[in-house]
């Protein structure tokens, strides 16, 4: 969207001049319209956990605005030349009972022709006008609490390549990737929440970056807080990789300070790309224990408090 004009429409409460994680338009005093959409190509080849794990990660972005999704469409690619039918008819099983899942209706969608499968949703949700939540938030004072593990990319083309057994995957990370953020949000409405984001393509180092840009703000990480999926570190220095990282990398080199002593493999969990990740939470840090504990009651297995919000030029240190 670089050199094009922002819309003017004043009922336009987030757009595309931000970095957020979805359209929010006001209808009434009351009502707002969230408007998102994403999709992806398979992480894994199993099409119900390819079609659950797609669908959890475009309604995210309705959670990650403080809203609640309504309804869904598929995006859907296809090689219908190449692939038995019977594989898309499992991918939308699983984006329709993801769906459903989250409280919303799935009411149709769009199917093209494509050489490589790939699918995901446009979702719309709505939310109080007065009580969006967008990544731009977040104060100095705040901690931020992570609802996800990390490593999620590497551990994708571990299996492909071998070096990791798909069993491994689907025990240990699969289920998370599937989880809806939506309780995880729910439980931190409850709280003072000045600013949220989820962790997808751009790792924890991007997405980070885009909340302390958008809060005007320096942001701590503390590395040995960082939550991982189990073999993600392993992978790195089994020589494995993703095709992201170099480019996550260079988003935010100009802006990263890494004063721990990292070895180059735990660098490069920094600028793992996240499918599905979990949420970033910017509260006050002394909610921060009941927030946790919250999470944690409402079922959220990981909720991490991983760093803080500073006084200081905008970027992010790594300690």
Not at 61 to 85: C, E, Q, W
Not at 186 to 201: K, N, P, R, S, V
Not at 280 to 299: F, T
Request: proline residues 6%.
């Amino acid at each position: 969207m670089q050199g094009l004009k922002p819309p003017t429409d004043p009922n336009l409460l987030v757009g595309f001049e931000t970095a957020d994680d979805a359209a929010v338009y006001r209808l009434t005093d009351e009502i707002a319209m969230i408007n998102t959409v994403d999709f992806i190509t398979p992480p894994v080849d199993d099409p119900y956990w390819f079609g659950q794990i797609s669908a959890a990660n475009s309604i995210s972005d309705i959670y990650s605005m403080g809203g609640r999704p309504l309804t869904a469409l598929n995006v859907v690619m296809f090689p219908a030349k190449h692939l038995d039918m019977g594989y898309l008819k499992e991918i939308l099983r699983g984006g329709h009972d993801k769906v459903v899942e989250a409280g919303a209706s799935l009411v149709g969608g769009h199917t093209v022709d494509d050489e490589e499968p790939k699918y995901g949703l446009c979702v719309n949700g709505i939310v109080h006008p007065n009580r969006i939540i967008t990544n731009a938030g977040g104060k100095p004072g705040d901690v931020l609490i992570l609802t996800k593990p990390l490593g999620s990319g590497v551990l994708f083309n571990a299996v492909r390549s071998g070096k990791l057994p798909y069993k491994n995957l689907e025990r240990d990370t699969l289920p998370s990737l599937a989880a809806l953020n939506g309780k995880a949000m729910e439980t931190a409405l409850q709280f003072t929440l000045h600013a949220a984001t989820d962790i997808t393509g751009f790792g924890i180092a991007g997405h980070t970056l885009e909340m302390a840009l958008g809060s005007g703000s320096q942001v701590i990480l503390h590395f040995d807080r960082l939550p991982f999926y189990p073999d993600a570190l392993h992978m790195y220095r089994k020589g494995e990789t993703t095709g992201s990282n170099k480019a996550n990398r260079k988003l935010v080199e100009k802006k990263l300070q890494i004063q721990k002593g990292l070895t180059s493999q735990q660098e490069e969990l920094l600028y793992d790309p996240q499918t599905s990740g979990g949420l970033l939470l910017s509260v006050p840090a002394a909610q921060a224990d009941d927030v946790i504990a919250a999470l944690g009651a409402a079922g959220v297995r990981t909720a991490v408090q991983i760093g803080e919000v500073v006084e200081g030029p905008y970027g992010i240190v790594v300690v």
